[in-house]
């Protein structure tokens, strides 16, 4: 592969909150690399959006890197002093399309003004003529039909999927060269999800767009991934091509994220799910956050640690299961199964 756009290194991300510290990313380490499509899943509160929010400084105020480093283009973002030198990031270098579409929306702008501004902010050198007209291009290429109608509209005169789309063509004229996708498709019907997460897809490629998708659904990525990385409690446990986490997944807490998959689950049986809570990282995590919930755990799993164990040059997990000392464990059958391609993620 070729040098990462982004690098992320031993990175500690706490927020205070009345009184007490809450150790929200616990010395993550990632690369990402130009073109690619990551995806990084993970339940609610493992923190895959402050991850991200981390890469745009648009992580609440109370909020703070303690230590690590994270390098994007060569340039350390963990030194930014003022929301200026952000400015210079945010929508222009790497821009975000989050949840609920009308949070990126103002109410009271029509869509093709603020379609325009974006192209105003990063393309200056086009005539008003030409704006209007890219204005228009973007609107079409996002499947938005009859744009010159559609763009004198405000967005409550939009579905959720076609404002969802009015987002993604505000992001993407701002020409970035990383997208981020926080559970883009989340708030929206499962039929309108796979259009949507299609037309990302298209639009990343065609245009050469670095993509990060996060999800919660391990299911929901496994057509616009090229690789993933598995978040619990604040750190990657797993990374590997999607691949080699759909068909030879290592740590018991991604065996866990795909067995409750629904279309792996057998008609009429009970859907498989994660017991137990999450960890709480208001307090000191020792050894693998997943042990406590992990029915394959180790005595070493509460206690240390797991080192990040390499699988191969492209897939690495953090389980004490990996270690050679360790008893050899039997993943559960619907893994087995998978791994044998005796079921299909596609139902
Ligand atoms: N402003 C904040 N103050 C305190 N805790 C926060 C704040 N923002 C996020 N967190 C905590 O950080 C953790 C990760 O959150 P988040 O990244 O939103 O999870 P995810 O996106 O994976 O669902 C959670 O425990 C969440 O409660
Ligand atoms: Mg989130």
């Not at 990031?89 to 990126?104: K, L, N, Y």
């Not at 137990?276 to 956050?289: I, K, Y």
Request: proline letters at 6%.
């Amino acid at each position: 592969m070729e040098d990462p756009i982004l690098m992320v290194r031993n990175l500690n991300l706490k927020f205070n909150l009345r009184g007490q510290t809450l150790h929200a990313l616990r010395d993550v380490s990632l690369d990402i690399y130009k073109g690619e499509s990551l995806a990084i899943v993970g339940e609610s509160g493992s923190g895959k959006s402050v991850l991200t929010k981390c890469f745009m400084g648009l992580n609440d105020q109370n909020g703070f890197i303690e230590s690590g480093s994270i390098r994007y283009k060569g340039e350390e973002l963990t030194a930014f002093k003022s929301e200026k030198d952000w400015l210079r990031i945010r929508g222009h270098e790497i821009a975000m399309v989050m949840q609920d579409p009308m949070t990126s929306l103002n109410p009271l702008k029509t869509i093709g003004a603020q379609i325009l501004e974006a192209i105003s902010l990063h393309q200056k050198e086009l005539s008003p003529a030409q704006k209007h007209r890219a204005m228009l291009d973007i609107l079409s290429d996002v499947g938005i039909q009859d744009p010159e109608r559609r763009s004198r509209q405000y967005p409550h005169e939009f579905s959720g999927g076609m404002r969802q789309r009015v987002v993604i063509a505000i992001a993407v004229a701002c020409k970035p060269n990383i997208l981020i996708c926080d559970e883009p498709t989340t708030a929206l019907d499962v039929t309108i999800q796979a259009q949507i997460l299609k037309l990302i897809k298209d639009l990343v490629r065609d245009r050469g767009i670095t993509a990060i998708y996060i999800t919660h659904d391990l299911g929901v990525v496994a057509n616009v991934a090229t690789r993933i990385a598995v978040m619990y409690g604040g750190d990657i446990v797993e990374i590997g091509t999607s691949e080699e986490i759909f068909y030879d997944p290592r740590h018991p807490y991604t065996w866990a994220l795909l067995s409750s998959l629904p279309q792996l689950g057998v008609k009429g049986e009970k859907l498989y799910s994660i017991q137990g809570t999450q960890p709480n990282l208001f307090a000191h995590v020792e050894g693998d956050a997943f042990a406590p919930r992990n029915p394959y755990a180790l005595k070493i799993d509460f206690v240390k640690r797991p080192p990040l164990f390499e699988i191969s040059p492209t897939h690495f997990a953090r389980t004490w299961l990996l270690d050679p000392r360790a008893p050899k464990m039997e993943p559960p059958e619907i893994i087995q199964k998978l791994s044998r391609r005796e079921v299909s993620l596609n139902g």
